[in-house]
């Protein structure tokens, strides 16, 4: 099972480095060749391994071919040549929180229905609303998150730079599946048309308003764009000084809402719902104590990761933990190895695009890194020499992907992390 969920997962990565997609007619056509081979015909000697090894070159075709058929159909959804620069009106949602800053507001906007006739457009986009000239330092506040809006807006299709190790934005976009990009026209006039009230727009105006009354108590405070990260995922008010010492650190991971702070809370909800579960006898006939610690832990990942506007970090931490609880929940005790590996294919499955994220393959790694600490030692030594043996580990393990990804590996970052934690 391992090699197999390996196999699919190295497909998905091999469709992602292609420099164009295959045609949609051939993304199926190698699974399918292959899989009658597969029939049985002997389980014994070199028939049975040459069975395993066609099984797993089914499974990387499989991987290779979903993620192909995910790439067709987000490129689909494509901003048409002949409506680029063209000024076109919009009803939707704005999605998230918005960006604000001397220039103008930056918000993603999810599209309800074009009122220009004849337009097609994507159903995502991301635009800019330039600032009056007299903004002054900061954009006024003229929207919010999940608020419903009418715009004249100008739209092209993403385009990004191609230098080689810079920050690949048009691929980010894709990822993020915004298919299209432009900015607000003042002539055509913005009409604000209410909220809108669907479940995951509820909780961005929930996230928008904690943001607003994190900045009315804290005021200037220096640390208050950290609070705000923190809490609603918003990395925008960090102090650039403040992200210059967590580059030096190493420690720039613990401003982004991801597996290590979702599973922190979780574990602590969890563990408190422990407590007092046992501690209730009708509650324990009811449902088992380490069950509801299990579920009232899954429930609070997924509040935090809505939260925290449920960004794809957030997402893979949140499927690896649910096959995590679900393998506990039927008690049964797979290999961690094995748990890792459906994590990692639950995330593929979702998002296919998850490979080119330097978060993943750190995300992965750090967990694979623990396991291994921890393999055959558990109860064996002390809580601090668990937690050394797990921290160097963990430090070993990703400092080449560090040196490979960001060409750059912080020397104090063991005990910064360690502190920081």
């Given at each position: 099972m391992r090699s197999r969920l390996v196999a699919f997962a190295a497909g998905v990565w091999l469709l992602q480095q292609q420099p164009e997609l295959p045609g949609r007619q051939?993304?199926?056509?190698?699974?399918l060749v292959l899989t009658p081979l597969l029939l049985p015909a002997g389980r014994g000697g070199m028939q049975g391994y040459a069975r395993q090894f066609l099984l797993i070159l089914v499974c990387a075709a499989l991987g290779f071919a979903w993620a192909g058929t995910r790439?067709?159909?987000?490129?689909?959804?494509?901003?048409?040549?002949?409506?680029?620069?063209?000024?076109?009106?919009?009803?939707?949602?704005?999605?998230?929180?918005?960006?604000?800053?001397?220039?103008?507001?930056?918000?993603?906007?999810?599209?309800?229905?074009?009122?220009t006739p004849g337009a097609t457009a994507p159903a995502n986009l991301r635009l800019s609303w330039p600032a009056p000239e007299w903004a002054g330092k900061r954009a006024p506040r003229r929207l919010a998150?999940?608020?419903?809006?009418?715009?004249?807006?100008?739209?092209?299709?993403?385009h990004g730079t191609a230098n080689p190790d810079g920050f690949d934005y048009e691929a980010w976009l894709l990822q993020q599946n915004i298919r299209a990009t432009g900015y607000v026209r003042e002539k055509g006039g913005a009409v604000r048309l209410g909220e809108s009230g669907r479940p995951?727009?509820?909780?961005?105006?929930?996230?928008?308003?904690?943001?607003?009354?994190?900045?009315?108590?804290?005021?200037?405070?220096?640390?208050?764009?950290?609070?705000?990260?923190?809490?609603?995922?918003?990395?925008?008010?960090?102090?650039?000084?403040?992200?210059?010492?967590?580059?030096?650190?190493?420690?720039?991971?613990?401003?982004?809402?991801?597996?290590?702070?979702?599973?922190?809370?979780?574990?602590?909800?969890?563990?408190?719902?422990?407590?007092l579960w046992r501690r209730a006898p009708a509650l324990v006939l009811r449902l088992p104590a380490r069950r509801a610690a299990l579920l009232l832990g899954w429930l609070a990942a997924l509040a935090y990761a809505l939260l925290a506007g449920f960004q794809i970090p957030a997402q893979r931490t949140l499927f690896m933990?649910?096959?995590?609880?679900?393998?506990?929940?039927?008690?049964?005790?797979?290999?961690?190895a094995s748990l890792l590996l459906l994590a990692l294919a639950a995330v593929?499955?979702?998002?296919?695009?998850?490979?080119?994220?330097?978060?993943?393959?750190?995300?992965?790694?750090?967990?694979?890194?623990?396991m291994w600490a921890v393999q055959g030692v558990l109860g064996a030594e002390g809580r601090v020499s668990?937690?050394?043996?797990?921290?160097?580990?963990?430090?070993?393990?990703?400092?080449?992907?560090?040196?490979?990804?960001?060409?750059?590996?912080?020397?104090?970052?063991?005990?910064?992390?360690?502190?920081?934690?």
């Open positions: 051939w993304l199926w056509l190698l699974p790439a067709q159909l987000r490129m689909a959804d494509a901003l048409p040549p002949a409506w680029e620069g063209v000024d076109l009106q919009v009803v939707g949602v704005v999605a998230g929180l918005p960006d604000r800053d001397a220039h103008g507001e930056r918000f993603d906007f999810r599209v309800e229905k074009l009122l998150a999940g608020e419903r809006w009418q715009f004249s807006v100008r739209l092209k299709r993403p995951l727009d509820l909780v961005q105006r929930l996230r928008e308003a904690m943001r607003q009354r994190i900045a009315q108590a804290l005021g200037g405070h220096p640390q208050a764009g950290v609070i705000t990260a923190l809490a609603v995922g918003d990395q925008n008010a960090v102090p650039h000084g403040n992200w210059r010492v967590y580059n030096r650190t190493g420690t720039s991971h613990l401003m982004s809402i991801s597996g290590l702070h979702i599973t922190l809370f979780a574990t602590l909800i969890g563990g408190l719902a422990y407590a933990l649910s096959v995590l609880v679900l393998g506990f929940w039927l008690q049964r005790q797979p290999r961690p593929l499955l979702f998002d296919p695009w998850a490979v080119l994220a330097p978060g993943f393959w750190l995300s992965f790694g750090a967990l694979a890194a623990m668990a937690w050394l043996r797990t921290q160097a580990a963990v430090t070993i393990v990703l400092a080449p992907a560090l040196l490979l990804l960001f060409h750059q590996l912080s020397l104090v970052s063991p005990l910064a992390n360690a502190l920081a934690i």
